[in-house]
């Protein structure tokens, strides 16, 4: 069965601290691993990763893939009470030309206090 | 304006009735997707569409049923045999290539609620 798992679920850190989420994944016919932010309604994108040890970067996120062990992480610098939300990490399983579909984790919350 | 539209926000079920919930996008975009989220959980896939007059199944399909006549519109029913609606429920859409992977977008949600 496919899985993604996400650590830790929970996590209060302060204004400034760094954070590192994780997402870690056994899905058959990988093809891509995705990030997104959840505040109260819509995820909105983040990330895609598809190749492994690549790191990609907006402001004060970055994220990078690890496609030999099967995870991804998530950093998170200097943090701010706006970052506080839900991360969710989802993959993309797809076999051939057809549709790929999205596998998601549970998702971590963070709470950053002023 | 581009995006993805849902309504309504939020939604009443009463025992034993059918409701429908709209999906509509702009982006003119081939895939649609809708997903549940139950407080703590990620999103579990309902149904998938990659073209007009096609959709899939997926994880968790029992209870629920889609349509898709037009290419902007993928309407999800949440039926009586559904016995445990309350849920978060998300439409996102994608552009596909059937080769590289795509991005999926999403709506804004409806919160639906059983009286």
């Known amino acids: 069965e496919d899985k993604v798992v996400q650590s830790p679920l929970s996590l209060v850190v302060h204004e400034g601290d760094t954070v590192t989420l994780n997402c870690s994944y056994e899905?058959?016919?990988?093809?891509?691993l995705l990030w997104y932010k959840q505040e109260k309604k819509a995820p909105t994108f983040l990330f895609m990763l598809?190749?492994?040890?690549i790191e990609k970067k907006s402001g004060r996120l970055s994220s990078i893939l690890d496609k030999k062990e099967l995870f991804s992480i998530l950093n998170i610098t200097a943090t701010q009470t706006g970052d506080s939300a839900v991360y969710l990490c989802?993959?993309?399983?797809?076999?051939?030309?057809?549709?790929?579909?999205?596998?998601f984790g549970r998702g971590t919350q963070l709470t950053v206090w002023p | 304006d581009g995006g993805i539209t849902q309504s309504p926000k939020y939604l009443f079920r009463k025992e034993g009735q059918n409701v429908t919930l709209s999906c509509e996008q702009n982006?003119?975009?081939?895939?649609m997707y809708w997903y549940r989220q139950d407080p703590g959980q990620g999103l579990r896939l309902i149904y998938y569409?990659?073209?007009?007059?096609?959709?899939q199944k997926g994880d968790i399909a029992e209870g629920y049923s889609v349509s898709r006549e037009k290419k902007e519109s993928f309407p999800l029913t949440v039926t009586s045999a559904q016995k445990n609606p309350t849920a978060f429920y998300l439409c996102?859409?994608?552009?596909?290539?059937?080769?590289?992977?795509?991005?999926?977008?999403f709506g804004p949600g409806t919160r639906l609620l059983v009286l």
């Open positions: 996102a859409s994608s552009q596909t290539s059937g080769i590289s992977s795509e991005t999926q977008y």
């Open positions: 899905v058959t016919n990988f093809r891509s």
């Open positions: 598809t190749s492994s040890g």
């Open positions: 989802a993959v993309e399983a797809r076999r051939g030309s057809t549709l790929g579909r999205l596998y």
């Open positions: 982006l003119n975009h081939d895939a």
């Open positions: 569409s990659q073209i007009v007059n096609d959709f």
